[in-house]
């Protein structure tokens, strides 16, 4: 299955680790904005009074019994590899995971395991992935959520944050959201996710929203050459004036002399075609002009 075809209202979702106190807010949340969460994963448990959905003891049970094909992990870190390995073998096509603090040799495994499976994994460290009023997988802000036509990819959570509730103050929301985390090692990058913006008829525009360290923006620059993106594109990339070897907020957004640089990401960007921001009011002030 494609990213296309996993993000609709009838997608069955089911949510590991969902006892857990950030979970339990976090699925009523998602929820309310009309996401099809069809079962609960807390191993040794199983349904009690004060959960609102089916709570099996492993994710094999919960698809089987549901048919889900979607996952959202709100698990510690240091259980996130085998939750996500479990969820994978069981037939989940698309994984999310919010959790921080993954180690990178955990990451590794779980990207391994979803590669040769044929799944899509987004995260860690990622807010999630919302199609504002069909279906929400994460925490982003509902204050910065409207249906519209800008899709966004992100790596900073904080700064999307701001960057949607800005547009949507002027009238712009978003066809879908994504965030890729800012981890070094992660499942879904910037440049795997233009087929779903080229193909997907609700998208008018694109906002990157990246950061320094890493070379995803390049990435995503070298694809944009390579597959003529058509629709307007437009950047905004974080730490312009952080020092070399420092990192900024994500453990990817390490930055070695050139490399990484926002100015090696700025140039590579603007070389291919997309329009490179320097602050939030550049930015709104060229998608509403």
């Not at 199983?46 to 089916?54: H, K, Y």
């Not at 795997?192 to 620059?221: C, P, Q, R």
């Not at 100015?263 to 075609?273: D, N, R």
């Amino acid at each position: 299955m494609i990213l296309n075809d996993l993000l609709s209202a009838d997608t069955p979702v089911i949510v590991q680790g969902a006892t857990g106190h950030t979970a339990r807010h976090h699925i009523t949340v998602m929820k309310q904005h009309g996401t099809r969460i069809v079962a609960g994963v807390s191993p040794g448990r199983s349904t009690g009074p004060n959960d609102e959905v089916d709570i099996y003891p492993s994710c094999a049970g919960a698809v089987d019994a549901t048919g889900a094909v979607t996952a959202i992990q709100f698990v510690p870190a240091g259980r996130v590899a085998g939750a996500a390995c479990e969820a994978l073998t069981a037939g989940i096509k698309l994984l999310v995971t919010v959790t921080e603090g993954v180690p990178v040799h955990d990451c590794a495994r779980i990207l391994r395991k979803a590669t040769e499976l044929g799944a899509i994994w987004v995260g860690p460290s990622t807010p999630g992935i919302v199609v504002p009023g069909i279906i929400k997988l994460g925490f982003m802000p509902e204050i910065a959520l409207a249906r519209g036509s800008v899709g966004v990819m992100s790596k900073s959570g904080t700064l999307a944050y701001e960057v949607c509730y800005r547009l949507v103050c002027e009238g712009l929301g978003q066809s879908s959201w994504i965030g890729v985390g800012g981890d070094p090692v992660k499942g879904t990058r910037f440049a795997e996710l233009l087929d779903y913006f080229t193909t997907d008829s609700n998208t008018e525009s694109v906002v990157v929203v990246g950061e320094i360290g890493g070379a995803e923006e390049e990435e995503l620059a070298a694809a944009l050459n390579d597959r003529a993106f058509d629709k307007p594109c437009h950047c905004l990339i974080a730490g312009a004036t952080a020092p070399s070897g420092k990192t900024l907020g994500h453990a990817g957004a390490l930055v070695h002399g050139h490399h990484g640089s926002f100015s090696a990401k700025a140039a590579a960007l603007a070389g291919a075609g997309a329009a490179v921001h320097h602050n939030i009011e550049n930015l709104i002030e060229a998608m509403t002009s």
